[in-house]
């Protein structure tokens, strides 16, 4: 792959204008030509197309190409029907965690609710402490000072 490349090079074409001829970019083609990387399938792929060549050329005898196009999947999938139901019961499943949710956060409410006409209820009491409280003292002090008390 290398070599094809550097030949090419040679003639009246540089890095840029090859490497977007080949498709890719320029510094995939100076790992190409300057460091011993191993390439991708797409890589060798879109040099061999370029060149004209097999693919199976910028494979060594140690390595193998891949597939160009792996086997489908041999499992075969649920029909339409049975994935409908796994969507239905999906949502339902769902459907019922978000009632929980909300009779649980509708009880907080609740909760939270009773808690504050409680302490509304305290402090109203606390209130009219304080009046009956300051009125008795308001009412002791106006009968000394009258003579009455």
Known sequence: MRELIKNELK???NQRELAGKIGFSQGTLQKILFTETKFTYDTRKKVADYFHVPVSQFYDQNESPPDAHPPP???P???ASVAYDLLIKSLMDRLEE???IHKA???RIGNLAKALQSATDHIEDIER???NTSQGQDLKLLERRSGTG
């Open 105 to 107: 956060l509708n009880n």
């Open 11 to 13: 003639r009246d074409i």
């Open 73 to 75: 999947d041999s499992s």
């Open 98 to 100: 978000h009632k929980e």
């Open 77 to 79: 999938s649920p029909p």
């Open 129 to 131: 402490r304080l009046r």
